[in-house]
């Protein structure tokens, strides 16, 4: 059913039908101008339900020409509105031209075809063709494209588009003419232009099966260098998804274009990958390790993408993460493989527990697959994509690897040039292993966050260990009912012998009791290994058991979050009144200074189980986030852990190897231990200022620059002040590393933290129309400083609120994603909720508000 609000229509997924019209070839012209592109479409299209009317989708074009066959239409042959052209009498096939003007240099919204600097770029998706020319904007209608491109040559001298390259030429007028053909049939959100004169990388890799396939990257003039790491990048995740899935590239070129005005990270157009330039630039001085992690990971999700997601692509929107759900899956795979699989693993798991957790308990709660929606961009979520990656690893570890691999091949198999749902998606996967699944599927329609509570009871005279399992997973607000999902809990049990035994338990009732036989004694039980299924475990597991796990587990995971669990426990206790140096025994002390004396094979591992748990992590323990109390007991235990381990910390950080900068796991987890090690000797302050200055002027890498920089923020203001503006004056024309200044400064937990934005505000690189540079300031702001963020005053609140109402004219996508940290007002205390809730009303009431921000905004007022 539809419902209309204030004019402002919901979608359904139970509304799908199938398109009244298919097209079958498109041909595009595109004939380039800042403020007057002219964009000359040519249709094939076939009627598919009888006496349908052919309405299509079109938004900010002036329509220049329609003709059917070749014959022009006059304004009595079709209606236009702001949203569509409407053509009441066509033939069952026919051919439909379209002539269309706009202005990409006024489209600030960064959709469809705009300026990304002085260069021409596309973004498709979810809804952006609408904005290039009246069209089937859907992902269920395919077509093949032949795209011509026209643009002044000394000004543009690479015209890009989908497929490979049919012709060039320098036409009379002194224009460029480029055109390429995509013999794979597409949706619009595939296609892509870029226009642009940029320095190219090129390369060049050989598939299994003998393709030659030219790889080319396009980066900024003057970028070239900071390219290469990309490049091997791209071709480290062919050769990955050849050797793990038997999946070749098809074309005969493989672009990547880099630009620094783009909404997401980014776009995985078929042949022509549109980069965010923060996930393809990287060098030692400019990029952390991070960086790096993220630009391999980045570049091998939009490559995997080509078989995930373009050969086989989305039925519809609802059904967004059937590509995007499997496709993190596999990022995270290829990232496994090519670094610290331990760590890589921890990290998805930190962005589970905090963002997923608190996206499931807040008003935006919805399915992996939603049932209804108002803006579609509203739901490129971490439900979709990082929930739906943890149900594609759940089939994973239920049906093996193989058997997970041979239903991934069934189902490209099956679907290769179809438009399906995540319902042909399990099918394939139930079909290829033989394995009953109609319980797992449950998880694409339910939301919320399940609760599994787990007990044990062992018995010395029968030598039985019984395990007790039950699920429940709370009502949310887009669903009251909830039924018992698949859960695959891995266990270990660890004996006091030192011996071991693993075991793959399956809930998938309410309830239910594993019973394990001819156990000499009680083991210590491991719950959820790896992080099995995406729950909240609710265990009465004592402070020895955890450190014990944290010590001798034979999964990295289960050890850190070991020690996760162990100080989210201390955390309460003294949220209830207890103070911090009472509740530590010394057996933590004396693990933690042998972690630091002798670190473990994986450094990073050692480093992440010698951390405490983030502020988004713990609140995530509560109903009601008792911000300030939170707050104040990580400050304490941090100091009192910095005093205990002074010694054990100073010694570790001097041990450590320093050398010349390289991006490997063994360098990367040194300076990540390294780091660590500085972040809690920078709360002595005997040294500490000395030790964070030579820290920061004896870096030859931005890694350890950035380690100096945010130790002494969270310790050392006069060190950070000094630090920070020599930071902003050595990088003040580098955009990318003054994005990394701008967050700094956004997430200095003091009250100057105001002027420091504002002062940000005024640096010749902010722009109001570039997403980096917003995201770079507020994003820090919102999510990384709970100090100002959530002030008593609702100053925090109030900016975040000014930022929202400036961004909603500008580009509703980014403002839509800024409002997100004031939608979960009810989790606060009164005074906090009655400023946020008053910041969202003033919200509500905006005139001309974006469906976008309208929509969250009013389901959390609900």
């Given at each position: 059913?539809?419902?209309?609000?204030?004019?402002?229509?919901?979608?359904?997924?139970?509304?799908?039908?199938?398109?009244?019209?298919?097209?079958?070839?498109?041909?595009?012209?595109?004939?380039?101008?800042?403020?007057?592109?002219?964009?000359?479409?040519?249709?094939?299209?076939?009627?598919?339900?009888?006496?349908?009317?052919?309405?299509?989708?079109?938004?900010?074009?002036?329509?220049?020409?329609?003709?059917?066959?070749?014959?022009?239409?006059?304004?009595?042959?079709?209606?236009?509105?702001?949203?569509?052209?409407?053509?009441?009498?066509?033939?069952?096939?026919?051919?439909?031209?379209?002539?269309?003007?706009?202005?990409?240099?006024?489209?600030?919204?960064?959709?469809?075809?705009?300026?990304?600097?002085?260069?021409?770029?596309?973004?498709?998706?979810?809804?952006?063709?609408?904005?290039?020319?009246?069209?089937?904007?859907?992902?269920?209608?395919?077509?093949?494209?032949?795209?011509?491109?026209?643009?002044?040559?000394?000004?543009?001298?690479?015209?890009?588009?989908?497929?490979?390259?049919?012709?060039?030429?320098?036409?009379?007028?002194?224009?460029?003419?480029?055109?390429?053909?995509?013999?794979?049939?597409?949706?619009?959100?595939?296609?892509?232009?870029?226009?642009?004169?940029?320095?190219?990388?090129?390369?060049?890799?050989?598939?299994?099966?003998?393709?030659?396939?030219?790889?080319?990257?396009?980066?900024?003039?003057?970028?070239?260098?900071?390219?290469?790491?990309?490049?091997?990048?791209?071709?480290?995740?062919?050769?990955?998804?050849?050797?793990?899935?038997?999946?070749?590239?098809?074309?005969?070129?493989?672009?990547?274009?880099?630009?620094?005005?783009?909404?997401?990270?980014?776009?995985?157009?078929?042949?022509?990958?549109?980069?965010?330039?923060?996930?393809?630039?990287?060098?030692?001085?400019?990029?952390?390790?991070?960086?790096?992690?993220?630009?391999?990971?980045?570049?091998?999700?939009?490559?995997?993408?080509?078989?995930?997601?373009?050969?086989?692509?989305?039925?519809?929107?609802?059904?967004?993460?059937?590509?995007?759900?499997?496709?993190?899956?596999?990022?995270?795979?290829?990232?496994?493989?090519?670094?610290?699989?331990?760590?890589?693993?921890?990290?998805?798991?930190?962005?589970?527990?905090?963002?997923?957790?608190?996206?499931?308990?807040?008003?935006?709660?919805?399915?992996?697959?939603?049932?209804?929606?108002?803006?579609?961009?509203?739901?490129?979520?971490?439900?979709?994509?990082?929930?739906?990656?943890?149900?594609?690893?759940?089939?994973?570890?239920?049906?093996?690897?193989?058997?997970?691999?041979?239903?991934?091949?069934?189902?490209?198999?099956?679907?290769?040039?179809?438009?399906?749902?995540?319902?042909?998606?399990?099918?394939?996967?139930?079909?290829?292993s033989g394995t009953d699944l109609s319980r797992f599927a449950q998880w694409y329609s339910q939301s919320g966050t399940p609760e599994l509570s787990v007990s044990q009871h062992y018995s010395a005279a029968s030598a039985e260990l019984t395990l007790s399992l039950s699920q429940q997973t709370p009502a949310t607000a887009d669903q009251a009912q909830k039924q018992p999902l698949m859960l695959p809990v891995q266990v270990e049990l660890l004996f006091k012998d030192g011996s071991k035994q693993r075991q793959l338990l399956v809930l998938n009732d309410a309830a239910q009791q594993f019973v394990f036989k001819s156990l000499p004694s009680e083991p210590v039980v491991v719950w959820l290994e790896h992080f099995s299924a995406p729950v909240k475990l609710i265990a009465d597991i004592d402070d020895s058991s955890l450190l014990f796990i944290a010590g001798n587990a034979s999964d990295g995971v289960a050890r850190w979050d070991a020690m996760q669990q162990f100080w989210g426990r201390k955390i309460a206790q003294v949220i209830a009144g207890k103070s911090p140096d009472q509740l530590l025994p010394d057996a933590?002390?004396?693990?933690?200074?042998?972690?630091?004396?002798?670190?473990?094979?994986?450094?990073?591992?050692?480093?992440?189980?010698?951390?405490?748990?983030?502020?988004?992590?713990?609140?995530?323990?509560?109903?009601?986030?008792?911000?300030?109390?939170?707050?104040?007991?990580?400050?304490?235990?941090?100091?009192?852990?910095?005093?205990?381990?002074?010694?054990?910390?100073?010694?570790?950080?001097?041990?450590?190897?320093?050398?010349?900068?390289?991006?490997?796991?063994?360098?990367?987890?040194?300076?990540?231990?390294?780091?660590?090690?500085?972040?809690?000797?920078?709360?002595?302050?005997?040294?500490?200022?000395?030790?964070?200055?030579?820290?920061?002027?004896?870096?030859?890498?931005?890694?350890?620059?950035?380690?100096?920089?945010?130790?002494?923020?969270?310790?050392?203001?006069?060190?950070?002040?000094?630090?920070?503006?020599?930071?902003?004056?050595?990088?003040?024309?580098?955009?990318?590393?003054?994005?990394?200044?701008?967050?700094?400064?956004?997430?200095?937990?003091?009250?100057?933290?105001?002027?420091?934005?504002?002062?940000?505000?005024?640096?010749?690189?902010?722009?109001?129309?570039?997403?980096?540079?917003?995201?770079?300031?507020?994003?820090?702001?919102?999510?990384?400083?709970?100090?100002?963020?959530?002030?008593?005053?609702?100053?925090?609140?109030?900016?975040?609120?000014?930022?929202?109402?400036?961004?909603?004219?500008?580009?509703?996508?980014?403002?839509?994603?800024?409002?997100?940290?004031?939608?979960?007002?009810?989790?606060?205390?009164?005074?906090?909720?009655?400023?946020?809730?008053?910041?969202?009303?003033?919200?509500?009431?905006?005139?001309?508000?974006?469906?976008?921000?309208?929509?969250?905004?009013?389901?959390?007022?609900?």
């Amino acid at each position: 059913m539809t419902e209309n609000t204030n004019t402002r229509t919901v979608k359904s997924r139970h509304e799908y039908r199938p398109p009244a019209f298919s097209i079958s070839t498109v041909k595009l012209c595109f004939e380039l101008d800042n403020t007057a592109t002219k964009v000359t479409s040519v249709m094939q299209l076939q009627r598919q339900q009888k006496d349908a009317t052919l309405v299509l989708d079109g938004r900010h074009l002036q329509l220049l020409s329609v003709a059917v066959n070749g014959k022009a239409l006059s304004d009595n042959d079709y209606q236009l509105d702001d949203n569509s052209l409407t053509l009441p009498s066509v033939p069952d096939q026919f051919e439909l031209t379209i002539v269309t003007q706009l202005s990409p240099q006024t489209n600030t919204a960064l959709e469809g075809l705009y300026l990304a600097g002085e260069t021409f770029c596309t973004q498709c998706e979810a809804e952006g063709f609408r904005r290039i020319s009246y069209f089937l904007d859907r992902p269920d209608v395919l077509a093949e494209y032949f795209v011509t491109i026209i643009a002044p040559a000394e000004r543009y001298p690479f015209l890009l588009s989908n497929g490979n390259k049919l012709a060039e030429y320098i036409d009379s007028a002194g224009n460029r003419v480029v055109q390429w053909h995509d013999p794979f049939a597409k949706p619009c959100y595939l296609f892509a232009l870029v226009a642009g004169d940029f320095d190219r990388l090129t390369d060049s890799f050989v598939t299994q099966g003998g393709r030659d396939v030219s790889l080319e990257l396009y980066v900024d003039k003057g970028a070239a260098s900071k390219g290469d790491f990309a490049l091997q990048a791209l071709k480290r995740a062919m050769r990955w998804d050849e050797q793990r899935f038997n999946l070749q590239y098809d074309l005969d070129i493989y672009m990547v274009v880099a630009v620094d005005f783009f909404n997401m990270g980014a776009m995985e157009n078929k042949g022509l990958n549109i980069f965010n330039s923060k996930y393809v630039l990287a060098d030692a001085a400019t990029a952390t390790d991070k960086d790096y992690f993220n630009i391999e990971s980045i570049i091998g999700h939009e490559y995997f993408h080509n078989w995930t997601g373009n050969r086989v692509t989305c039925r519809d929107w609802f059904q967004l993460s059937l590509k995007e759900g499997l496709t993190v899956f596999r990022d995270q795979e290829f990232s496994a493989d090519m670094g610290s699989p331990t760590l890589c693993r921890i990290d998805a798991v930190k962005l589970i527990r905090t963002a997923q957790f608190a996206e499931d308990a807040g008003p935006m709660a919805h399915p992996i697959r939603p049932e209804q929606v108002l803006e579609m961009n509203n739901f490129y979520t971490v439900t979709v994509y990082d929930k739906g990656a943890e149900v594609i690893r759940m089939l994973q570890t239920l049906l093996g690897r193989n058997g997970f691999a041979k239903g991934l091949a069934l189902y490209l198999q099956r679907h290769d040039g179809q438009a399906v749902t995540c319902d042909d998606f399990v099918q394939s996967m139930q079909d290829a292993s033989g394995t009953d699944l109609s319980r797992f599927a449950q998880w694409y329609s339910q939301s919320g966050t399940p609760e599994l509570s787990v007990s044990q009871h062992y018995s010395a005279a029968s030598a039985e260990l019984t395990l007790s399992l039950s699920q429940q997973t709370p009502a949310t607000a887009d669903q009251a009912q909830k039924q018992p999902l698949m859960l695959p809990v891995q266990v270990e049990l660890l004996f006091k012998d030192g011996s071991k035994q693993r075991q793959l338990l399956v809930l998938n009732d309410a309830a239910q009791q594993f019973v394990f036989k001819s156990l000499p004694s009680e083991p210590v039980v491991v719950w959820l290994e790896h992080f099995s299924a995406p729950v909240k475990l609710i265990a009465d597991i004592d402070d020895s058991s955890l450190l014990f796990i944290a010590g001798n587990a034979s999964d990295g995971v289960a050890r850190w979050d070991a020690m996760q669990q162990f100080w989210g426990r201390k955390i309460a206790q003294v949220i209830a009144g207890k103070s911090p140096d009472q509740l530590l025994p010394d057996a933590l002390f004396d693990m933690m200074i042998s972690w630091l004396q002798q670190p473990q094979a994986d450094l990073a591992l050692t480093a992440e189980l010698l951390s405490l748990p983030d502020f988004d992590t713990l609140a995530e323990q509560y109903t009601q986030i008792p911000v300030d109390t939170i707050l104040t007991a990580l400050a304490g235990f941090k100091q009192l852990l910095a005093e205990r381990l002074h010694a054990a910390l100073l010694q570790c950080y001097r041990c450590l190897p320093v050398s010349a900068y390289s991006y490997d796991e063994a360098a990367a987890a040194q300076r990540r231990l390294r780091g660590l090690c500085l972040q809690y000797l920078a709360l002595s302050a005997t040294e500490a200022a000395d030790l964070l200055q030579q820290h920061y002027h004896d870096a030859d890498n931005m890694t350890d620059t950035m380690a100096a920089l945010a130790a002494s923020q969270q310790a050392q203001p006069a060190v950070f002040s000094a630090l920070i503006d020599d930071f902003a004056r050595r990088w003040q024309h580098d955009a990318l590393v003054m994005d990394k200044c701008f967050s700094l400064v956004a997430s200095d937990p003091a009250e100057q933290v105001f002027d420091g934005i504002e002062a940000m505000l005024r640096h010749p690189l902010f722009s109001w129309q570039n997403p980096n540079r917003v995201r770079a300031l507020y994003l820090a702001f919102s999510m990384r400083n709970p100090q100002q963020f959530h002030r008593l005053d609702g100053r925090g609140y109030s900016l975040l609120e000014q930022v929202v109402t400036r961004m909603d004219s500008v580009n509703a996508q980014v403002a839509a994603r800024l409002v997100t940290p004031l939608l979960s007002w009810r989790r606060f205390d009164p005074v906090r909720q009655d400023l946020i809730r008053a910041a969202l009303k003033r919200l509500a009431a905006l005139p001309g508000l974006s469906n976008d921000v309208y929509e969250k905004v009013n389901r959390s007022l609900k």
